[in-house]
């Protein structure tokens, strides 16, 4: 792989049952790529965390001053973002993620989602940590098993790091479903 350095990563996660003092002890592995830098990512998944990086800019987060952007891929290679637009009757704002995936399929509704960059920035103005919250999962969650595929997720991580996750499920392993 020429230069880049490529990590996988096996991280577990212990979840325990206790039913009726029987230990039901069961575990769930989770698999990602992590890359020290944004120019380790290919060409496309570089754009595609750049364009979140320059929603999160224009976040309207006044009073968390947390700035989150996110840009989703679509099947189609048309590229859609969002950023988090809080409201001062909380919980009436929106996260970046559902605001780039509402957009993208309220104006391409017969076309899936491939790929989503999220990417925040603190009030000191720098790069760190956003992962998607619980109902964001969830929202992922509903377009993967609408299109029966799954989502690529970048997530911009802490020291500049990136982590790539194929498909919900290593960050959702609990999903509502009917």
């Not at 919980?91 to 509402?102: D, H, T």
């Not at 992962?131 to 999962?137: F, I, K, T, V």
């Not at 609408?146 to 790091?161: G, H, P, Q, S, V």
Request: hydrophobic share 40%.
């Amino acid at each position: 792989m020429s230069k880049l350095t490529l990590h996988k990563i096996v991280a577990k996660i212990r979840y325990f049952n206790y039913i009726n003092a029987i230990d039901m002890r069961k575990s769930i592995e989770i698999e990602y790529e992590e890359y020290s830098s944004i120019n380790e990512l290919s060409n496309e998944n570089r754009e595609l965390l750049l364009q979140a990086m320059s929603a999160a800019n224009d976040s309207y987060s006044p009073y968390s001053q947390f700035k989150v952007g996110a840009a989703v891929k679509l099947i189609d290679g048309k590229i859609v973002t969002g950023n988090n637009q809080e409201n001062m009757a909380y919980p009436s704002g929106l996260c970046a993620e559902r605001v780039a995936m509402f957009a993208a399929m309220a104006q391409n509704p017969n076309t899936g989602i491939n790929a989503i960059a999220i990417v925040g920035k603190n009030k000191e103005g720098q790069w760190c940590a956003a992962s998607p919250c619980g109902a964001c999962r969830q929202v992922i969650s509903e377009y993967e098993n609408r299109e029966k595929k799954k989502i690529t997720i970048i997530l911009y991580a802490d020291n500049n790091k990136i982590i790539i996750l194929k498909g919900v499920d290593s960050i959702l392993p609990f999903q509502f479903s009917m």
